[in-house]
């Protein structure tokens, strides 16, 4: 499966309890062979960075169509994870 990067920007105008309610729409809906990894807030500049095993990026797009009022999709970036160890 392969492995995506999604970036959203946040709208402000969200409260928690609308968050919460959409990320379980995402959740509850996603396919087989999907799934939402781990995020990270950047609090600097207001973006939310998702990681994704799908098996296109259309699949994301439709699986964040409730969360799209509160995290609109600015990106997805198809990724291949680097192990550090390999390095050293």
């Not at 990270?40 to 439709?62: N, Q």
Request: charged share 20%.
């Amino acid at each position: 499966m392969a492995r995506y990067m999604v970036t959203h920007h946040s709208t402000p105008q969200a409260s928690q309890e609308e968050v919460i309610q959409a990320a379980r729409q995402v959740v509850a809906s996603l396919p087989p062979g999907t799934e939402w990894l781990s995020s990270w807030w950047v609090a600097e500049s207001g973006k939310l960075i998702c990681e994704w095993e799908a098996p296109d990026p259309g699949v994301i797009r439709a699986s964040l169509e409730p969360a799209k009022a509160f995290f609109p999709i600015e990106t997805i970036d198809e990724v291949q994870w680097i192990d550090p160890q390999w390095y050293r």
